[in-house]
Nanobody, 118 residues
C-alpha cells in the first residue's frame, strides 16, 4: 500500500503561483510513477503531469506545459507541483496519485483545492 497526502492548495489571483506537495509513505515508491490529476466542478478528472520516481522523467498536459513543473525530493519521499502563471481555468481539486510499473493509477490522495480568481 502507498499512502499519499497532498497539501499546498489555496486561493490565488490570476498570474500568481502555488506549490503543491504530495508526501508518499508506505510501500516503496522507487519504481513507481507519481502524477497529479485535477477535477473541476462538472468536469472529468484530467491528467496534469507525471514523474517517474527512478529516472525523474516528466510529462505534462498541453494546457499546463511551460507553466507547471513537477519535481521530487527522494529524501523526503515527496513530489511537488510548482504552478506559475495561474489562470482561472486552473481552478480545480488537485489529486496526487501513484502507480506501479505497468499498473493503473490505483493509489490516490484526498485532494487539495486550488482556486484562481480573475
Amino acid at each position: 500500500q502507498v499512502q499519499l497526502v497532498e497539501s499546498g492548495g489555496g486561493l490565488v489571483q490570476a498570474g500568481g503561483s502555488l506549490r503543491l506537495s504530495c508526501a508518499a509513505s508506505g510501500r516503496t515508491t522507487s519504481g513507481y510513477t507519481l502524477a497529479w490529476f485535477r477535477q473541476a466542478p462538472g468536469k472529468e478528472r484530467e491528467f496534469v503531469a507525471h514523474i517517474t520516481w527512478s529516472t525523474g522523467s516528466t510529462n505534462y498536459a498541453g494546457s499546463v506545459k511551460g507553466r507547471f513543473t513537477i519535481s521530487k525530493d527522494n529524501a523526503k519521499n515527496t513530489v511537488y507541483l510548482q504552478m506559475d502563471s495561474l489562470k482561472p481555468e486552473d481552478t480545480a481539486m488537485y489529486y496526487c496519485t501513484a502507480r506501479a510499473p505497468l499498473r493503473p493509477y490505483n493509489y490516490w490522495g484526498q485532494g487539495t483545492q486550488v482556486t484562481v480568481s480573475s
